[in-house]
């Protein structure tokens, strides 16, 4: 009977959670993309970005938040590293935004790590806010018109699951 309740609680929980996240209009998928901008470097007021530069162009676009500080994130690079790689560059952009991170961190750690594809960094907490981000990493696949793909991809997952988006799959 104990394990009945306490499974009937997370079940709960679940509800609760999932529906406050529509309630505070997080972001799902099948929702358009939230824009953000930020600075990227404090002393250049023309360093600004927005996710709109890269995101609702025509492209499919691998949005990884991460922070240099962060195992994981690190962990999934390689991962993101073969999607940027391997899908077609007239069909798929990858950015890296980095959140809750020094930008000196972050810049020595795209060296470190070999970033060679897009990045917004110094975001703080504004795409925190903007996409109710709990855990990174944080990676968002947004479909060509700038709709939420899917939400969560790790691992193997980004290469697959984006490939079979440009299949028709």
């Given at each position: 009977m104990k394990k009945i309740l306490v499974m009937a609680a997370a079940f709960c929980l679940t509800l609760i959670s999932a529906a406050s996240s529509h309630a505070q209009n997080i972001p799902q998928e099948g929702d358009m993309f939230i824009d953000f901008t930020v600075q990227q470097d404090p002393s250049n007021p023309s360093s600004t970005v927005s996710l709109s530069n890269y995101v609702g162009k025509g492209?499919?676009?691998i949005v990884d938040f991460w922070a240099s500080w962060c195992g994981p994130c690190r962990r999934e690079i390689p991962y993101i590293r073969k999607a940027w790689q391997n899908l077609p560059k007239d069909k798929v952009t990858v950015l890296s935004v980095a959140v809750a991170d020094k930008l000196e961190d972050t810049?020595?750690?795209?060296?470190?790590?070999n970033i060679q594809w897009n990045q917004i960094v110094n975001?703080?907490?504004v795409?925190?806010?903007?996409?109710?981000i709990r855990g990174i990493p944080h990676?968002?696949?947004f479909a060509p018109d700038g709709k939420i793909a899917k939400i969560g991809l790790r691992g193997d997952d980004i290469y697959n699951y984006t490939l079979s988006c440009l299949e028709g799959k």
């Open positions: 492209k499919w676009v810049k020595k750690a795209a060296v470190e790590l975001a703080g907490q795409p925190v806010k903007a996409y109710g990676i968002i696949l």
